[in-house]
């Protein structure tokens, strides 16, 4: 490389503020000092005042420029000390019931005891399909009544062992 590059315009004290004046770069910037050079804090020092020391901004705050003030708003920052809200959330879990072949603990809707359902089976229409395309294969002699005996292809009924209502039927189709 051929040189050094050119001056940085804020160089040398031209026209570049002072720590804590309007418009000084903050620490970590070009053009600001560190610590233990003049101008910066001392060590262990907060680099900024803190709220309620001398040079925090106590307010009215200056209206931001392109901002229009909002009626029925407090203008600026408002601290309530003692005053504390916590909204807590609760989730919404939806339960849905699914009724098939095992017994459900549910709600009976007649005697509205909270019970584990009774299961029985009944004839339906998978079981009568069966039995259809067993004949059209050539199981005519008997064979094609399996299927009423065979609890899989039946519909299950869940009955309430309270009150001995059908609470649901779950159908194969």
């Not at 026209?15 to 233990?36: F, L, N, R, S």
């Not at 005697?111 to 079981?127: I, K």
């Not at 609890?151 to 309270?162: E, M, S, T």
């Amino acid at each position: 490389m051929s040189g050094a590059p050119p001056p940085y315009p804020g160089e040398k004290g031209a026209g570049v503020p002072a720590y804590g004046q309007p418009g000084a770069p903050a620490y970590g910037q070009p053009g600001a000092p560190a610590y233990g050079q003049p101008g910066a804090p001392a060590y262990g020092q907060p680099a900024y005042p803190q709220y309620g020391q001398p040079g925090y901004p106590q307010g009215p705050y200056p209206q931001q420029p392109g901002y229009a003030p909002q009626p029925g708003y407090p203008q600026g920052p408002q601290i309530h000390q003692g005053q504390t809200t916590v909204v807590v959330a609760q989730p919404t879990v939806a339960v849905v019931q699914q009724f098939r072949e095992s017994p459900v603990h549910t709600r009976c809707p007649h005697c509205q005891a909270d019970v584990v359902t009774g299961t029985m089976y009944e004839t339906g229409t998978f079981a009568w399909i069966i039995c259809v395309v067993l004949c059209l294969v050539g199981c005519s002699l008997g064979c094609c009544l399996i299927p009423f005996c065979v609890d899989g292809c039946k519909d299950v009924v869940h009955i309430c062992p309270g009150c001995h209502q059908q609470i649901a039927r779950w159908s194969r189709i």
